[in-house]
């Protein structure tokens, strides 16, 4: 089997690797304290948890010939231009219009906003959305538009959010839009 002269070798072996490791840890430990290492911890898991936080530019995504096609005819269809930005039910198909909700609905007290191209003149609106709230939802004209939309941290600029919370009648119904005005240049 095993000399015992292989089981005196591993043994020095062992005391060699112990001895080596030790003196690498004390040196360590004398020129960086317990507070130094805890403090450089801390600052590495904070930074590994900000980093997501942290803004980024998106603009480059948002090109018009990546977008959907929208028209200017039909406003009770998902991709009429002012819906670029629009995640609810259209108002047109329940009862209301672009601009007004139907009734028995309340406009809601907050809103979101949008940047929408109109095909008819080329140019780049602010249009803002709000929510009719006041009746159960209507199940008709369901969209989704989320043609440059921002993360929820933004909410002025985030369309997944129950925007009558702010209203007595926090039931929402449907969504309208108004043009603001021309969008600036980028």
């Not at 930074?47 to 010939?65: K, N, Q």
């Not at 009429?80 to 139907?102: E, I, K």
């Not at 600029?157 to 039931?171: G, I, K």
Request: glycine residues 8%; hydrophobic residues 35%.
């Amino acid at each position: 089997m095993f000399k015992p002269s292989l089981f005196k070798l591993v043994d020095k072996l062992e005391i060699l690797f112990d001895r080596a490791a030790e003196s690498q840890a004390r040196k360590q430990a004398n020129a960086q304290g317990r507070r130094s290492f805890i403090g450089t911890l801390g600052k590495a898991m904070v930074g590994a948890a900000v980093v997501p936080m942290l803004p980024f530019d998106r603009w480059s995504e948002a090109r018009a010939e990546d977008a959907p096609k929208r028209q200017a005819k039909d406003d009770t269809a998902c991709d009429y231009w002012r819906f670029c930005a629009l995640s609810g039910n259209l108002c047109t198909c329940c009862g209301g219009s672009l601009t007004q909700c139907p009734t028995g609905t309340e406009v809601s007290k907050v809103s979101w906003i949008g940047t929408c191209e109109n095909p008819d003149d080329g140019k780049s609106y602010l249009v803002s959305y709000n929510d009719c709230c006041g009746k159960l939802m209507c199940s008709q004209c369901a969209c989704e538009g989320a043609e440059r939309a921002r993360p929820g941290y933004r909410l002025g600029l985030y369309n997944h959010v129950n925007w009558c919370m702010a209203n007595n009648q926090n039931a929402y119904h449907c969504t309208i839009t108004s043009i603001v005005g021309l969008a600036g240049n980028h």
